[in-house]
């Protein structure tokens, strides 16, 4: 729509070094678990004097520690450089996904909550996530942006002002005539006060003297 206000913004930084603290943990927890099953290959090929098993297992668990990590890197990165997140006057827009775009959208009718969640550690990276509930869902497959087939909620994550955008959720919501959350704004209608009654009988007896 022409003249539309339009705001676009994406994950903050911090959301970036938060992935890469859980990415580099979860790598972690694979290499403890290659070392361990190495370690036992290579215990059992020593004494049955196969070395050619413990040096394709050593093979085998290099190949299993550095292609997942150059991968999971290279992906973190897209995912955060194809994440944004769009308001509207109308509406708001989640887009996020590497192979598959997940694009959703959720109309300030539909909402029913807006919260702010942060957990320690996300909040030690200085970001939040915006939680936007809605009564009829939204158009698109994955509301989280995330690969969640949750229809009735959306996730704005991994922003440093979480709070402004909660509240600019809530002035777009007043600005489309919505009152609260999912409550419609009565609408004014016209009617006749005690003043306009007084008036309107005045003129029905001024009438019925001049007839007689």
């Known amino acids: 729509m022409a003249g539309e206000l339009l705001q676009s913004f994406r994950p903050s930084e911090g959301f970036l070094r938060y992935l890469k603290l859980k990415f580099w943990l979860a790598m972690l927890a694979t290499e403890i678990f290659v070392f361990i099953a190495l370690s ?3 215990a059992a090929s020593v004494p049955a004097k196969r070395p050619g098993i413990g040096i394709a297992a050593a093979l085998f668990a290099i190949l299993l ?11 973190i990165h897209l995912r955060y450089d194809t994440t944004w997140y769009v308001l509207s006057q109308r509406s708001l827009r989640i887009r996020s996904g ?3 775009i997940h694009e959703a959208t959720i109309t300030f009718e539909n909402i029913q909550n807006v919260t702010v969640e942060s957990g ?3 909040r030690y990276f200085g970001i939040g996530n915006v939680i936007v509930d809605t009564a009829g ?6 509301s989280h942006g995330e690969g969640s087939a ?3 909620r959306g996730k704005i994550a991994g922003v440093s002002n979480a709070a402004e955008i909660r509240q600019m959720i809530l002035s777009r919501l007043s600005l ?6 999912g409550d419609e ?9 005690a003043d306009h009654l007084a008036t309107l009988r005045e003129i029905r007896n001024t009438l019925r003297s001049e007839v007689r």
């Open 40 to 42: 036992s290959v290579m």
């Open 65 to 75: 520690a550095t292609v997942p990590q150059l991968l999971g890197y290279l992906a």
């Open 98 to 100: 590497i192979w598959t």
């Open 120 to 122: 320690p550690i996300e």
């Open 137 to 142: 869902g939204s158009t698109g497959r994955a």
């Open 150 to 152: 949750n229809l009735h």
């Open 176 to 181: 489309s005539k919505v009152a609260g959350l």
């Open 185 to 193: 704004e009565p609408r004014s209608t016209p009617g006749w006060t």
